[in-house]
Nanobody, 123 residues
Framework: QAQLVESGGGLVQTGGSLRLSCAAS????????MGWYRQAPGKQRELVAS???????NYADSVKGRFTISRDNAKNTVYLQMNSLKPEDTSVYTC?????????????????WGQGTQVTVSS
């Protein structure tokens, strides 16, 4: 019954790689964007990377050049390839899917959130 299913977290050494995936239920329609957030203990939640349904991407400055977000629209799935991992990347990573419902006069946005997957990078 989970609407978002995340996988790929784990423990790696500095410089290692992980690939996160998030599959959204086919019942979630009108998806406009998908992305990944993270929130380490004692820190604010931050957007790591996002991608629109059309393929436009955005990255946090701290991960540019190291992380790559991609998606498979047919599978309602978003991926986050994380390379050159650093200890400061350690966090719970949570998938976000935004649904945008439009009419002539009203636009409604609904966010769906995954359970989160732990990424730990050891020094």
């Amino acid at each position: 019954q989970a609407q978002l299913v995340e996988s790929g977290g784990g423990l790696v050494q500095t410089g290692g790689s992980l690939r996160l995936s998030c599959a959204a239920s086919g019942s979630i329609r009108d998806i406009s964007a998908m992305g990944w957030y993270r929130q380490a203990p004692g820190k604010q939640r931050e957007l790591v990377a996002s991608i629109t349904i059309g393929g436009t991407t955005n990255y946090a400055d701290s991960v540019k050049g190291r992380f790559t977000i991609s998606r498979d629209n047919a599978k309602n799935t978003v991926y986050l390839q994380m390379n050159s991992l650093k200890p400061e990347d350690t966090s719970v990573y949570t998938c976000n899917v935004r649904r945008t419902i439009r009419s002539v006069t009203v636009t409604r946005e609904i966010d769906y959130w995954g359970q989160g997957t732990q990424v730990t990078v050891s020094s």
